[in-house]
């Protein structure tokens, strides 16, 4: 078949068409505010690409392990399954990570194992040769015991360590000086400024900093630039805003390729090595399986970034230890994408996206711009010394929080669509909670009704009043029974077709849930019928019509709507309620 005259069917479109088009179709409304997404990065995103917004991009064409490294590392998309094991004791440790080696694990991390002699690191790492091995908590006496055992050995497999160069420069110049080239003994830590709140681009930039500080003390102290730059690995927490952290990945890639040759590096060794772990500040006590759903989602944007080893945590480890069948479902769920999704057998699927190309366009662009102010700025360690990182970091915690408490941003299963009859007393370990993670302040209105009924309180009775418009009554229950759910109040429904029927129900709260035009009738109504009967139970408004005063005049209690929030109005009802915190 002649391709080319079966597309001469199909004749270019021009973006002006295009957009006339969109102009037509959106009716007179504003078309930033439907159509342009402006995101915490400061990236306003548009509602469609063209390859027109890729043209001035520097390197359009780069492949799969080639400079800059943009689209991976390396020439397929494979990568190593990473295993935490938490296990303190050497010869436990030893026995969890055999355990899971066997059950699909590729590479593993001890969290909190130590080891202070030559007998116990050989007990820890028995019968694990040929295994790339992480040691997160490993001390100055920890890396020299790995150097002299790496140095007995021919061909050892990779080790790593999470320790941080920029806490003694003299001594990672030593470290780099006597160690082998399958020992990379430092980290940096990226992962701690986005569970802090760092935006994509912050978190590239700050992590990018830090590493830059890292190359100019080895410079400094007279360490090849090669040798320095191979020593370090890049550790990312990857969240739920799913194509900004593939463009995370790529940028920084990108960035940090460019930082080495910068330095008089050499190309080849300017490839970031980079672990990705799934993100703790994001995952929820109520609805835990969902976060089942967010980790894989968080790993597919590590894998299609180019990550070279991932860790998906357990979906219960933000509220207890992990037990061993929570664990299986998080080793599995990399097993099933590189195994059977087939995800590791190609580089870099989404390039040539021209939004992903341009988001990472974006991010690499800012987040360097951001390392050149740090740098201006005297470097990484005197902008953290000066707590400007820490403000930084607070000011975007705050917008997060912030977009978090209005449902702007949502947990599903905790801020929306909540499970009514659900209870997480009786599973969560309250020495083992993760605070610092977005859907607390939801996770805390809820745990506040569940210990008042278990010292022996009533769950408040919320009826969902459904009167009037039919339309209009069930969208505003839904709406509200979706709102008070967050509370984990005891909700029910009910059709009405009079007032009289309302002002008579037994509920600790009524919501009317009906059109703008019926509220003031119907509310007088119901309000006089509940005096006569002596009923008194606080009434709620499920909106805010334009009769909003005259309704709080005739004895409304409060209006819940859209622009409610949520934390602030359910703490004040809970309280109002009998539920002290």
Not at 35 to 63: C, F, H, M, Q, S
Not at 226 to 235: E, V
Not at 422 to 450: C, F, P, V
Request: glycine fraction near 6%; proline fraction near 4%; charged fraction near 25%.
């Amino acid at each position: 078949m002649d391709s080319g005259h079966l597309l001469q069917e199909f004749p270019p479109v021009s973006t002006e068409s295009w957009e006339e088009v969109i102009r037509r179709d959106l009716k007179g409304a504003d078309y930033a505010k439907k159509l342009i997404w402006n995101t915490a990065e400061g990236i306003a995103v548009k509602p469609y690409y063209r390859a027109e917004d890729n043209a001035d991009l520097e390197y359009p064409y780069a492949i799969p392990g080639a400079f800059p490294y943009t689209r991976g590392a390396r020439t397929t998309g494979d990568w190593r399954i990473r295993e935490e094991i938490d296990a303190t004791e050497p010869e436990e440790a030893n026995r969890a990570a055999q355990g899971a080696m066997l059950a699909g694990a590729e590479e593993i991390v001890f969290c909190n194992v130590t080891f202070l002699n030559a007998a116990e690191l050989e007990k820890l790492l028995a019968d694990l040769d040929g295994i790339p091995v992480h040691f997160e908590m490993a001390g100055e006496p920890q890396i020299r015991l790995l150097i002299a055992r790496l140095s007995e050995r021919p061909r050892p497999a990779p080790a790593s360590t999470g320790w941080n160069p920029l806490a003694n420069l003299d001594f990672a110049a030593e470290v780099i000086a006597a160690a082998s080239r399958a020992f990379v003994p430092f980290t940096i830590h990226g992962e701690e400024f986005e569970e802090s709140g760092a935006t994509a681009v912050e978190e590239t930039g700050f992590t990018l900093a830090a590493a830059i500080d890292f190359l100019a003390g080895m410079q400094e102290r007279n360490v090849d630039i090669d040798n320095a730059a191979a020593a370090i690995t890049f550790s990312f927490s990857i969240g739920a805003n799913y194509f900004f952290q593939i463009a995370k990945i790529r940028a920084f890639r990108m960035m940090w390729a460019q930082a080495v040759e910068s330095f008089g590096g050499r190309r080849e060794n300017a490839r970031a090595r980079i672990h990705a772990h799934t993100s703790r500040w994001n995952k929820t006590i109520y609805d835990p399986h969902v976060n089942i759903l967010r980790g894989t989602t968080e790993a597919m944007s590590a894998v299609f970034g180019g990550a070279d080893s991932i860790t998906v945590a357990p979906f219960d480890e933000c509220y207890k230890t992990p037990d061993e069948a929570s664990r299986r479902l998080a080793r599995n769920t990399q097993i099933i994408l590189k195994q059977e999704a087939l995800f590791s057998r190609v580089a870099d699927p989404g390039a040539g996206s021209y939004c992903l190309e341009a988001l990472t366009d974006f991010i690499a662009h800012d987040g360097w711009k951001i390392m050149q102010d740090i740098e201006a700025a005297g470097g990484f360690r005197k902008f953290a010394a000066d707590g400007l990182i820490k403000r930084a970091l607070e000011k975007s915690m705050a917008a997060r929080e912030e977009a978090v408490s209005s449902r702007r941003r949502i947990f599903t299963g905790t801020s929306q669509h909540a499970s009514l009859t659900e209870k997480a007393l009786g599973r969560i370990d309250s020495s083992h909670i993760l605070n610092q993670r977005g859907a607390r302040m939801y996770e805390q209105l809820r745990l506040r009704t569940e210990l008042y009924v278990a010292h022996g309180g009533r769950n408040p009775r919320v009826l969902l009043a459904e009167i009037g418009d039919a339309r209009m009554r069930l969208a505003r229950s839904n709406f509200a029974a979706n709102f008070f759910a967050c509370a984990g109040f005891d909700l029910v429904a009910k059709h009405f077709f009079s007032a009289e029927r309302i002002a008579a129900s037994d509920a600790d709260l009524i919501v009317l849930c009906s059109s703008d035009a019926e509220y003031l009738a119907l509310a007088t109504e119901v309000l006089s019928r509940m005096k006569s009967l002596k009923h008194k139970i606080p009434v709620i408004i499920a909106g805010y019509p334009d009769s909003a005063e005259q309704l709080q005049a005739a004895g409304v209690a409060d209006f819940v709507h859209l622009r409610s929030n949520p934390i602030e109005f359910l703490t004040k009802w809970q309280q109002r309620l009998g539920i002290k915190g």
